[in-house]
């Protein structure tokens, strides 16, 4: 095994991981109910912070970033927190794998943007692969502006916009010495502080049950976070985004079991042509580099 396969190998752990952590953010977004959204990045962002804010301190990194990488983790951070707002918005309004179904137009645009901002190119057979994965999940969502609330929609779509713009500056961030641990604090302490004023301003009272909502949400963005961060960080958006559809098939399943949410059979036939095209994309590029 080269070290470019097992870096390979690495990155696609950890972005299904990653899809698994954001799959129970979103359920337990959904779960706190009408909290307004801002409120809800908030609290989400501030957990990410403390988690965050303790791993730098156990490996002992500074919190003064690279020079030449601020632009890139603040382009990151704006990015990043208004495809939180859009996606959290899109999940009040639509079920958990419509909402995540639109939030996963980031790997395209991570991809396009990778293009212009990494000069990442990918091949025909690529692009196709992942227009495969795109048309499953369309199986998945039936999208009809007509079957869904339109403003939810969009936002949804927005956010998966920002999210591609976020991995790509991740990536490059990464690649130019700035650790994981600390893309992912820098974004947290953004996201707290654009945030905390709006909080502050119009506080809307939680019950008990919304605030633990909004701790696991906060818990399990941070791992996903923390995951994301370090796929981009090993291998090129166009070989590993794909891998981001698995959430799709997580948050169905979640949906499922906590919600009663029950597939229809296009759904099925959905799951099936991305894991598909996983399956197919993972063997072309371990081709490409074994």
């Keep these: 095994m080269t070290e470019k396969s097992d870096r390979l190998r690495k990155a696609i752990l950890y972005i299904v991981t990653s899809a698994l952590f954001f799959a129970f953010m979103n359920m337990f977004v959904r779960l706190s109910g009408d909290v307004p959204t801002v409120q809800k990045t908030f609290f989400r962002n501030f957990f990410a912070l403390v988690v965050a804010s303790g791993v730098m301190i156990k490996q002992r990194v500074s919190v003064i970033p690279k020079k030449e990488a601020v632009a890139d983790l603040t382009l990151r951070s704006v990015c990043g927190y208004g495809g939180v707002l859009c996606n959290f918005y899109a999940l009040g309004r639509l079920n958990i794998a419509d909402a995540s179904l639109l939030n996963k137009m980031s790997p395209f645009f991570a991809i396009i943007f990778s293009i212009f901002l990494l000069k990442e190119k990918a091949n025909k057979t690529q692009w196709a692969i992942i227009a495969v994965a795109f048309v499953g999940a369309m199986f998945v969502i039936k999208p009809s502006f007509r079957n869904a609330e339109l403003v939810g929609s969009l936002a949804g779509f927005l956010g998966g916009i920002c999210a591609g713009a976020a991995y790509t500056f991740v990536r490059r961030a990464t690649q130019k010495g700035v650790k994981g641990c600390y893309v992912v604090f820098y974004f ?102 074994v």
Excluded: W
């Design 188 to 289: 947290s302490v953004f996201s707290t502080l654009v945030s905390l004023p709006f909080v502050i301003l119009d506080y809307a009272p939680m019950t008990t049950f919304q605030l633990l909502m909004l701790v696991g949400a906060g818990l399990s963005a941070v791992g996903g976070q923390f995951c994301i961060t370090a796929a981009y960080s090993h291998a090129p958006a166009k070989e590993v985004s794909i891998y981001d559809y698995t959430q799709i098939i997580f948050s169905a399943a979640i949906g499922f079991i906590v919600m009663g949410d029950l597939p229809d059979a296009l759904s099925f036939v959905g799951y099936a042509v991305i894991l598909g095209a996983a399956f197919v994309m993972y063997r072309y590029n371990n081709r490409k580099v």
